[in-house]
């Protein structure tokens, strides 16, 4: 199987992680790519959009969200995503939430980067408030010892925060943190840190 990804991309980072969690990492071959120059991605996702699995029968998956299912189904299925049962829905949700913080930060990304007098505040404005009430969420939100689907993409997330100084997440939230400062000494977050 080969991963197209990109060493920056939170998503991708997602299923980085995920198949280290697995133990697929010796499976999968990864192949760096720029979504944004490189035209060859597009023959492959319509989207031209990292993370995208090719299979080893060559089919094409993506996004994060389906290739960290398609790997924990190939890895013996239910051991990042609960099978059914309320842990699916809530691990689902968490992912989501995770996703969304990704989704809201690489728009104020790109925002920052265009000329001080092309930025739209108010679209900068709404996306830091939807980073910082999901941060919110996960304060109040006990974590518990389990790392799955939900931990490993609010995990990645949080990385990118970092990454990209996007604004100081663990300011008064205390138990996020301390979270975070355990989960990425794993090997899997360790292997995976962004790099540009
Ligand atoms: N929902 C997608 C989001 C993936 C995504 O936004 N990837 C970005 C990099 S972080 C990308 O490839 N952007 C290129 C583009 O939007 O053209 C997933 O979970 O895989």
Redesign the pocket.
Known sequence: MQLLY?P?????R??RVAMIELGLEDRIQLAAVD??TDET?RGQNP??????LVTGDGEII??????CEYLDEIAGGGRLFPATGPDRWRALTAQALA?GI??AA?RVVAQEKRPAAEQHADQIARQRAAILAALDSLEDDAFDGRFGIGQIAVAAQLG?LDFRKVLDWRENRPILTEWYERVRRRPSMKASEPVE
């Open positions: 990109s920056t991309s939170p998503f991708a997602k299923v979504p944004w991605l989207l031209s959009k990292v993370p995208t993506f996004d994060s969200r389906v290739i996703d990704g989704d690489v990118y």
